[in-house]
C-alpha cells in the first residue's frame, strides 16, 4: 500500500493525459475494426469470438444454423432480370367481392379493399375482357362501359342490360359472379352460366381467329374468359369442400393452357394438394415451378421450406441440436427456411401469429408485405397442421437477417430487397392494418460499448489537458474510494481540488 501511495504521488499531470490519449486511441481502433467487421460480415468480432472459443471452454455451447450455401450466379442473374422492383401482380387466391369482401364489410363496416387496389383490378378487366371488336356486338358494349363504372351497383345493372341484349354474355355472367352473388353457392352458379357461354363463344373464334387481326383479337379475349371462368369456378369448387374436384379442374386447365403460366395457377393448386396433404403431389409441381426462369413467390418459398420442415420439425428440439449439432435434414430444413425468409421476410410473423392478419387484397407485391398477407391466409393452416413446423420455423427464422445485415444493398440468395416495397404496400392494404417493414439489422452490444469506451477516453483526455492538477486529485480519489478498506485518505487541499473540479465539471 505504501509503495502504491509514493508511485502515485510521483506521476505528473502528463502521464494522466498521455494514458487518457492512449486508451482513447486503442479504444477508437477497435471500435473502428468492429464496424468493419459488421459491415463486412454482419457479426461482431468480439461476440463472434467469445461464442465460438471462450463459450465452449466455459462449458456452454451454442450451435448456430449454418447459413445456407449460395446459389449460381446465374440463378441470382435470372431472378433480377425475371422479377422486376414493385411489380404489382393479381393475387392467385383473391376472394369474391359480392360474396366475402362485401360480408367483411358488412359485419365490420370496415372497408378491406383500397381504391387503388380495385382500380388496378378495373384495369385488369378492361384488359382481359374486352377487345376493339366489341363494336359489333351490343351487349359487349354495354359491358365495355361496366368495366369503367366506378359504383358497384352501376356494373351490376349494367351486367343485367347487357344479358338483356344477349342472354349468352359470358363476361356480364362473371361480374354478376363477382359482385352481385353474396354466397360462394351463387357465384358458382354464375360462373356456370359463364363457361357454358364462354365455351360456344371460344369456339365461334377459334374457326374465325385466322381471317383478321381483329378475330385474332377476340379469340385472345375469348381466351381470357374462358380460363377465367374455369379457374374461379375450381376455386368455388375448393371453397365448397370439393377439394379432389377442384385439384382436376386446375389441372386440366394447366393442361389446356400450358402458356399461360404467368397467371399463377400453379399456386392454386398447390393450396389445394396441401389441404388434401397429397404432400408428394406438392413435391412433383413444385419441382416443375420452382426454377431459375421462373419468378419466385412465397407460395414458392414457404411451401418448399414447409417439405423440407415436416422431415424434421416432429423430432426437432433446439437443445438438443445445440447439444450435438444439425442433421443433414435439419440443416436442409433450415437453409430452406432462410431462403424463404430471404424472399419475403414478413410472413413468419403471420405464421407465428404475432401480427392480427386482415383479408387479403386483390393485387399482391411480391417480396411485400402485401404477399404475405395474401399466402398466410391461406397456408397459416397447413402449417399448423404439421406438428413441430411453426416450432422450427420460430427457432430459425431470424437467423436470416444475421446473414444479411443491409439488405437493401446486396442479398445472399435474392437479389436486394427493393426499398420501395413500403410505399406500394401501403396502397394496396387497407388503413387500419399496420403495414410490415423490413426488419433492419441493429448493432451489436460491442459496437455500442467501444463507441461509448472511446468517447469516455476521449473526454478524460481533454478534460486531463485542461485541468491536469484537478484530473490527478480526482484519480487519486477514485483510487482511494477503491482502496477505502485500507484506510486511503486524502488531505485537505486535494478536497478543495476535487470540489473545485466538481464545480468545473457542473459549468461544462
Given amino acids: ?20 490519449v492512449t486508451s482513447s486511441f486503442i479504444s477508437g481502433l477497435i471500435f473502428v475494426f468492429e464496424w468493419w467487421h459488421f459491415r463486412k460480415y454482419g457479426t461482431s468480432f468480439i461476440e463472434q469470438v467469445s461464442v465460438s472459443h471462450l463459450r465452449p471452454l466455459i462449458g456452454g455451447a451454442e450451435s448456430s444454423p449454418p447459413a445456407p450455401a449460395a446459389f449460381s450466379a446465374g440463378e441470382n442473374e435470372a431472378s433480377r432480370q425475371n422479377m422486376p422492383e414493385c411489380k404489382v401482380w393479381r393475387n392467385p387466391l383473391n376472394l369474391f367481392r359480392g360474396a366475402e369482401y362485401s360480408r367483411y364489410m358488412w359485419v365490420t363496416g370496415k372497408e378491406p379493399l383500397t381504391y387503388y387496389d380495385m382500380n388496378l383490378s378495373a384495369q385488369d378487366h378492361q384488359t382481359f375482357f374486352t377487345c376493339d371488336t366489341d363494336a359489333l356486338r351490343p351487349s359487349d358494349t354495354v359491358m365495355q362501359k361496366a368495366w369503367r363504372e366506378r359504383n358497384p351497383q352501376a356494373r351490376i345493372k349494367a351486367a343485367h342490360q347487357a344479358l338483356e341484349l344477349n342472354n349468352d354474355c359470358a363476361t356480364a355472367y362473371v361480374l354478376l359472379a363477382e359482385e352481385e352473388a353474396t354466397t360462394i353457392v351463387d357465384a358458382e352458379k354464375y360462373f356456370k352460366q359463364a363457361l357454358k357461354a364462354g365455351e360456344m363463344i371460344y369456339r365461334k373464334s377459334q374457326n374465325c381467329h385466322s381471317q383478321s387481326p381483329q378475330h385474332e383479337a377476340q379469340l385472345r379475349r375469348d381466351t381470357n374468359v374462358l380460363v377465367y371462368v374455369k379457374r374461379r369456378l375450381a376455386m368455388c369448387a375448393r371453397k365448397l369442400g370439393r377439394i379432389r374436384e377442384a385439384v382436376k379442374m386446375m389441372r386440366d386447365l394447366m393442361k389446356e393452357f400450358p402458356l399461360l403460366s404467368m397467371l399463377n395457377i400453379h399456386e392454386n393448386l398447390l393450396e389445394a394438394l396441401l389441404e388434401l396433404q397429397a404432400y408428394a403431389d406438392v413435391q412433383a409441381v413444385l419441382a416443375k415451378y420452382d426454377d431459375i426462369s421462373l419468378p419466385k413467390s412465397a407460395a414458392i418459398c414457404y411451401t418448399a421450406a414447409l417439405l423440407k420442415a415436416r422431415a424434421v420439425s416432429e423430432r426437432f428440439s433446439p437443445e438438443t441440436a445445440s447439444k450435438r449439432g444439425l442433421s443433414t435434414a ?3 430444413a433450415v437453409e430452406a427456411i432462410h431462403r424463404a425468409v430471404e424472399f419475403n421476410p414478413h410472413v ?6 404475432m401480427k392480427s392478419l386482415v383479408l387479403p387484397p386483390e393485387h399482391i407485391l411480391k417480396r411485400g408485405d402485401s404477399e404475405a398477407v395474401a399466402y398466410a391466409f391461406f397456408h397459416l393452416q397447413h402449417w399448423k397442421r404439421i406438428e413441430g413446423a411453426l416450432n422450427l420455423l420460430h427457432c430459425t ?3 436470416t437477417f444475421r446473414m444479411i445485415p443491409y439488405p437493401l444493398e446486396k442479398g445472399h440468395l435474392f437479389y436486394p430487397y427493393p426499398s420501395c416495397t413500403e410505399t406500394a404496400d401501403r396502397e394496396l392494404l387497407p388503413t387500419f392494418h399496420e403495414v ?3 426488419p433492419q439489422k441493429e448493432l451489436p452490444f460491442f459496437i455500442h460499448f467501444t463507441a461509448g469506451l472511446c468517447s469516455f477516453s476521449a473526454m478524460l483526455a481533454l478534460l486531463t489537458h485542461q485541468f491536469p492538477e484537478l484530473m490527478v486529485v480526482f484519480v487519486k480519489a477514485c483510487f482511494g474510494i477503491l482502496l477505502s478498506p485500507f484506510s486511503f485518505t486524502m488531505e485537505h487541499t486535494e478536497v478543495l481540488l476535487l470540489s473545485s473540479l466538481w464545480h468545473q465539471l457542473t459549468l461544462v
Avoid at 500500500?1 to 487518457?20: E, G, I, M, R
Avoid at 413468419?348 to 401469429?353: F, G, H, I, R
Fill in 1 to 20: 500500500l505504501l509503495t502504491v501511495t509514493v508511485f502515485l504521488s510521483t506521476l505528473t499531470p502528463k502521464f494522466y493525459f498521455a494514458l487518457t
Fill in 330 to 332: 435439419e440443416i436442409n
Fill in 348 to 353: 413468419p410473423k403471420y405464421l407465428l401469429e
Fill in 397 to 399: 427464422w431470424e437467423g
Fill in 436 to 438: 410490415s417493414v423490413y
